[in-house]
């Protein structure tokens, strides 16, 4: 199962804290990560395997959008700041309507994210 992590920049430390509140089953076999260019670097720095695509703004939720409708990303954990303005908002929307044109789990904040991690790890 592939997982996408992406956190805008307010949100990342809450991103890696998560993360880490759930590393027995990220880093469990059978689950991947896939993350936007600097929030995969912040979990490669918490010590996570991820394959990063570009920085958010420069493409990289596009990137992701594109494996979620490609059928290779099964779930997106994106934790949005809904207090700050985004330039690349566009890029976010698009992502959010591809998840839910493919059926794709999306949690935008830690309070969803959490019970979908924790519906997938029972189903393990």
């Keep these: 199962m592939e997982i996408a ?23 469990s076999e059978g689950i991947s990560l896939v993350a936007t260019g600097t929030t995969g670097s912040k979990a490669e720095n918490a010590g996570f395997k991820v394959i990063k695509m570009l920085s958010g703004p420069l493409g990289g939720d596009a990137q992701i959008a594109a494996r979620v409708a490609e059928g290779k990303c099964n ?23 591809v998840c839910d044109v493919h059926n794709v789990p999306l949690a935008t904040n830690q309070a969803t994210a959490e019970l979908l991690i924790k519906a997938i790890s029972q189903l393990s």
Excluded: C, T
């Excluded at 700050?84 to 309507?97: F, G, Q, S, V, Y």
């Design 5 to 27: 992590v992406i956190a805008h920049d307010g949100m990342k430390a809450d991103l890696v804290q998560f993360l880490n509140e759930h590393k027995a089953f990220l880093k």
């Design 75 to 97: 779930m997106v954990l994106f934790f949005k700041d809904p207090l700050a303005k985004h330039p690349h908002e566009p890029d976010i929307n698009m992502l959010m309507r």
